[in-house]
């Protein structure tokens, strides 16, 4: 009997992994630019998309990183075991009420 590999990770947290990564590389691209030379001051280095947005996406990017990575992946057997554990307790409540006198069952008392 072969069985199967169970990995830490399941295919969602790769590529929640590859998402984050991207979002952080698009923040680092949003910070990349021209700069200062010997010549004159370039006043672009301390634009708003330098110094807010990109370090804020980057952020958001690390973040999603560490979702992807704490995310707990389901279980394909437990989640098979949970809906058949509910489904057999919903009948057994069934049955249990169709032998009840007086509730209602469909059967006048």
Not at 25 to 46: Q, R, T, V
Not at 75 to 98: C, I, P, W, Y
């Amino acid at each position: 009997m072969k069985q199967k590999k169970v990995f830490a990770f399941d295919r969602m947290n790769f590529i929640l992994l590859a998402v984050g990564m991207a979002v952080v590389i698009i923040g680092f691209i949003l910070m990349a630019g021209g700069g200062s030379d010997e010549k004159g001051f370039d006043p672009e280095i301390f634009s708003a998309r330098r110094i807010k947005v990109a370090p804020m996406v980057c952020l958001f990017g690390y973040l999603f990183i560490v979702y992807a990575i704490l995310r707990r992946p389901r279980d394909k057997q437990a989640l098979e075991s949970s809906d058949e554990a509910t489904v057999g307790r919903d009948e057994a409540a069934h049955a249990q009420a169709s032998t009840q006198p007086g509730t209602a069952t469909g059967t006048a008392l």
